[in-house]
């Protein structure tokens, strides 16, 4: 909200206002006689410049001064995108997009840690570099976000949707994933070490020399993935894992679908 000056101060300003058109006129009705046309035509045009002088100057402070209000709010709604309070999370997530901050990159780089913006829109949105520790993003529309070098480890991203979405270098260690919908999804170098990816869709995800040590990959579809490179070390899978065509996973399956942790290639 803008602040107003107080009543005192417009007065001072009004009074000083009417003050100088007073010594103005007195000052040159002193050695001239009073003739209202010849004061006109004498003093307007200096007059107009003055007005048109002062007028960029309240122009320039007032944009400076909004400019600096929208700034203290983007921030103040950037952190309140951060709260552990779905309902204000959410509140702050609708205005940064109604307001065009969204899109113009507010939530790159934010401290997300444990931030409830599950079932959010968050299409597109640039979140690289964004710390989302713990966050909880289920049933989030994260489709073609930018998380590059992200943090979400410990994240809730069950049922999300990451389609299309950037990943790379992501640290999603020990995040849930559980029928995260990423196909399509750009994974290289991603850290996803004891991820529980159990019932998630990755086809068409590139996964080249992401690490998926200790993660859980049952009922994963890889169907078309890029898995060039990557770390499968103890990962898990079960009967229900489909692979990309000629890959061939560590690991045993047993009988009846007991899972197996894989051995070191």
Known sequence: MRRRLPWSATRVGMACLVAGLLVLAGGYNYPHAWWLSRFVADVYPNSGADLVGASIV??????????RENEERRRQL?????????????????????????????????????????RSRLVAVDLARASLIGANLEGADLSRAALVEAALS???????VLEWAILIDASITG???RRADAAGAKLMHADLRHADLRGADLTRADLSRADLRGADLCAVNFTDAKLDAAVLDGMRYDAHTRWPAGF??????????????????
């Open 58 to 67: 309240v122009l320039l402070i007032d944009r400076s001064t909004r400019a």
């Open 248 to 265: 061939n996973p560590p690991g045993l399956i047993l009988p009846g679908g007991q899972l197996q942790k894989a051995e070191a290639q």
């Open 78 to 118: 950037v952190r309140e995108c951060g709260s552990s309070d779905h309902t204000v999370a959410s509140r702050a997530l609708l205005e940064l997009d109604s307001r065009g901050w969204l899109a113009e990159g507010a939530l790159a780089g934010a401290e997300l840690i444990g931030a409830d913006l599950s």
């Open 154 to 160: 410990g994240a809730n991203l069950s049922h999300a």
């Open 175 to 177: 995040a849930d994933l």
